[in-house]
């Protein structure tokens, strides 16, 4: 019996494969060989190659990860690259099974897709943001609304995905989220400015600031987001030279939301990246406050920075401070003068 760490041990081990993964390889295959592969953060990986019925070789990708964590990450997983490969199916591997092993000492899981031989890193920007256009263009909510039908996992995190007719109420509820997270995993801020911005932010800047994309007849189109895209979540498949994008952590939400990973200053996807996506999908309206969501959006990815890398805390914090005074000192006092103004027009 064994945990997630004996099943698949050091990179370059031979993985002795789980029951439950063999039965689910297609039929009367042989394997060849399995093996550990990359490396990850949270999870272990393996590339099992087999044998076919009629002669041909081919090549799974195994992830797994182990208790409740895992489990949530795992199946988040393989719903989201299904739910990416029904409307762009070039565009990512092709999820194949997912299930638990039969063996382990620990409730371990498992995500079974396509393996493919990827460059990783942030692809050419035209291709990649026409492709990531075509996803959020093609993709239709089945509820109409906000959110997604299981809990996805940015990371090793689970998000907040339920349902919610209105963008600005989904949105604020996942920050609130992640922010609570943060703090809780390092620990309060000293003199409590930090949890106060964040507060002012959610309460009054967020109304300001999405609140007009579904306000005054606008609608918004819950597109299927990719939820964490940036360099180490895609590459270039070194067969075709297409893109290809993975390690997701998928809502329908508003399509601008997975640019705001871009913002990052460490993130290798940069402003060729979001010009050229912007030739495909135009900001939505009020064309004018494109920039202030993408602030606000960028928040969150930086937050979740900060949960999964608490080394980094200090220095994230900073960031996130600096964009949210701004949002802060910019829609807080919008939303404080706007009686004044409406009392001076009656």
Known sequence: MAGVEDVIPDVGSNVELDPNVRKVLPHNSTIISSYTYGTAAWTRAARITILLEDGSEKSYFLKCASEDQGKAMIEGEFASISEIAKYTPSLTPIPHAHGQFEDASIPTY???MEFLNIETGAPEPATISKQLADLHARSVSPTGKFGYHMITCHGPHPQDTRWEESWAVFFARLLRQFHDREVNTNGPSKDGR???EMDKLITSAIPEILGPLQ???????PALVHGDLWEENCGKDLETGQPKIFDAAVFYGHNEYDLGMWRRELIRFGRPHIRQYLRHMPPSEPKEQ???RSRLYCIKFEIAHSIGWPASCESQREIIMRE???L???YIAMEQNRPCLLARQA
């Open 324 to 326: 949210m005074r701004h």
């Open 194 to 196: 930090y949890e106060t």
């Open 110 to 112: 498992f995500f079974l």
């Open 328 to 330: 802060n000192n910019k």
């Open 215 to 221: 306000a005054n007849g606008r609608t918004l189109k």
């Open 290 to 292: 494109w920039d202030d």
